[in-house]
């Protein structure tokens, strides 16, 4: 059964970082685009990043272009999101999509 667990989140300063991680098991991970969506508090679901199954081809919303980057470990089926300059905008619930497969989700609160 493939599960998707995200982890990494935490309270921060504006202007800190956070390394957020997706483990994936299953052997769908190696063949999968994968993707980033956060939830604010009251908001909807919000597109963040995505990395195709080569890891060559990355695109992110304009919010946190230049910030957040995203990579991944296929012999560890992981995916990393690293975030930068925080915000307290970024402000949410991280999750992590495989094909439609989400995780809990990892909470990153921004706040001085």
């Known amino acids: 059964q493939v599960q998707v667990v995200e982890s990494g989140g935490g309270l921060v300063q504006p202007g800190g970082s956070l390394r957020l991680s997706c483990t994936v098991s299953?052997?769908?991970?190696?063949?999968?685009?994968i993707r980033w969506f956060r939830q604010a508090p009251g908001k909807e679901h919000e597109f963040v990043a995505r990395?195709?199954?080569?890891?060559?081809?990355?695109a992110y919303t304009d919010s946190v272009k230049g910030r957040f980057t995203i990579s991944r470990d296929d012999a560890k089926n992981m995916v990393y999101l690293d975030l930068t300059s925080l915000k307290p905008e970024d402000t949410a619930v991280y999750y992590c999509?495989?094909?439609?497969?989400w995780g809990q989700g990892t909470r990153v609160t921004v706040s001085s």
């Open positions: 299953g052997s769908t991970f190696r063949r999968s685009n």
């Open positions: 999509d495989l094909n439609g497969l």
């Open positions: 990395i195709n199954w080569t890891g060559d081809i990355t």
